[in-house]
């Protein structure tokens, strides 16, 4: 459990190879602060950008241009919801004390454009468990609609639809393992990588994490999730696991990327 939202479980349930939650922050003030600091590293990627802003300054030599160089780091567009929502899933599993979930790469370093959408899976990662580790692939949808499910989990596009294509599509799950392998250059990452897909060769493809996050701003209802992990459970039996999670947050989608920026709505 994730200790800095001090989140409450409504509801819990599985199936076969599926299991669903759903989650609730009640203290707001927890949350702001989780998004404005936590998830707003993640967004901006400091981990790369404290060294690339720290070079850049370090190239200007006169005044006006580093009043230059300024300008150029602050030009960055507010984020919209959707990717806030993304980076926000990212730090959730993270921090979950439970398990250790490494996410190798940032994608937000591959967008070559302001606000530009990757393409293949939201998340790409590994589940460390004991001495068990698996490929995460996952998909993350951010909603306010009132419907319960949400249009975002239904049909072509939705969720689960998504999610079933990343554990049976070879294509797919072809892109993502040349894209994950590339990113784990490290000792520690290329020992998870190895680990995790030696497992998904010898299950021949089956033995993945696939988690599916919906983040909104309603009311809680266990309706939002369990038909689509039901769903999912009849056509991915184990050794496929899947965890659909839904989390009900305190403050409107709409204000996300403002709180990440450091204003108040």
Known sequence: ????????????????????????????????????????????????????????RGMATTGMETEWVEQLLRSVPEEKSWAVGEAL?????????????????????DRRTPRASLPGADLVGFCKEGDVVLLLFGEVKTSSDASTPPNVMNGSGGMAWQLKDEATRLDIQHALLKWLRARCE????????????????????????????????????????IARANDLAKSLPSPTRIEITAWYLPVPIEDWAVLVHGGVP
Not at 22 to 36: P, W
Not at 213 to 218: G, K, S, V, W
């Open 186 to 225: 490290s000792p520690e990452h290329r020992a998870l990588y190895q680990a995790a897909v030696t497992r998904y060769v010898q299950s021949l493809g089956r033995e993945i994490l696939l988690v599916g996050i919906l983040l909104r701003d309603t009311e809680p209802n266990e309706r939002d999730v």
């Open 89 to 109: 899933a990212e730090c959730v599993l993270a921090d979950d004390e439970s398990r250790e979930i490494c996410w190798p790469w940032n994608s937000v370093r």
């Open 1 to 56: 459990m994730i200790a800095a939202l001090s989140p409450e479980t409504r509801y819990s349930g599985s199936n076969d190879s599926a299991q669903w939650r759903g989650h609730v922050v009640i203290d707001e003030a927890r949350f702001r602060s989780y998004v404005a600091s936590r998830v707003k590293a993640r967004v901006e990627d400091d981990e790369a950008q404290d060294p690339f802003a720290a070079e850049l």
